[in-house]
């Protein structure tokens, strides 16, 4: 089984700083990764995914992620963040192949500061 | 596409009362996930279907939760009865199987309030 650990439950920055958001996984089996993003009242909406290759992961918005295999890790990072990044971030993980059901993380909530 | 469409947006009801929570899925998708949301407890996943056949509903908390996909265009959940406790955002997703490896689409929710 997998599971996902987001250590941080709310990181603040300040406006154009950057950030990062830390993200680790447990599996025995390869894995898909994906960080997704819930606006304040909205469901959440992916901003990335790795499923094989590269493992620097870009995605909308500036984000970017990076697997690392050995750490099992898939943080987060953005070099300049704005005030319409305020939102949570959810790390999920599925069994690679798989396509049902993915394991959600606990969330990170990202504070912008002026 | 006009994405998952959750109905209703918000949800008061008194304790004791049967909720039912609706979702239309993206067309063509084939997996529905519902998916419950607490300050507590983050998102769980209750129940998803797969070409409406529920596979998996370990995530459902007890019997008073119970979940349908009569067709592939409609889901209901509900509660009967319902309790405080079970207040909270309830999400529906779909995802289609193969093209886009696990990409869920997710509704607005539901957010439920228990008195």
């Known amino acids: 089984a997998q599971s996902v650990t987001q250590l941080d439950s709310q990181v603040p920055v300040f406006e154009e700083a950057p950030v990062e958001l830390r993200c680790n996984y447990s599996?025995?089996?390869?894995?898909?990764l994906f960080w997704y993003v819930q606006y304040p009242n909205q469901g959440l909406q992916l901003l990335l995914k790795y499923l094989s290759g590269s493992t620097l992961v870009k995605g909308i918005n500036g984000f970017e992620a990076e697997f690392n295999k050995s750490q099992t890790s898939f943080h987060l990072r953005k070099p300049s963040v704005h005030i319409s990044d305020t939102a949570e971030y959810f790390c999920?993980?599925?069994?690679?192949?798989?396509?049902?059901?993915?394991?959600f993380g606990k969330g990170t909530r990202l504070h912008i500061l002026p | 596409d006009a994405g998952v469409i959750q109905s209703p947006r918000h949800e008061v009801t008194e304790m004791g009362q049967e909720v039912t929570l609706r979702c239309k899925p993206i067309?063509?998708?084939?997996?529905l996930f519902w998916y419950r949301q607490t300050m507590m407890r983050g998102l769980e996943l209750l129940i998803y279907f797969n070409n409406n056949v529920p596979i998996d509903d370990s995530g459902m908390p007890e019997d008073r939760f119970s979940a349908k996909m009569p067709n592939a265009s409609f889901s209901t959940l509900k509660i009967q009865p319902s309790e405080p406790r079970d207040s909270a955002v309830y999400f529906c997703?779909?995802?289609?199987?193969?093209?886009?490896?696990?990409?869920?689409?997710f509704g607005a929710g539901t957010r439920l309030s228990v008195l």
């Open positions: 067309s063509g998708h084939d997996y």
């Open positions: 599996s025995s089996v390869s894995v898909y």
């Open positions: 997703a779909s995802s289609l199987m193969g093209g886009n490896k696990n990409i869920q689409y």
């Open positions: 999920a993980v599925s069994e690679a192949g798989r396509d049902d059901k993915i394991i």
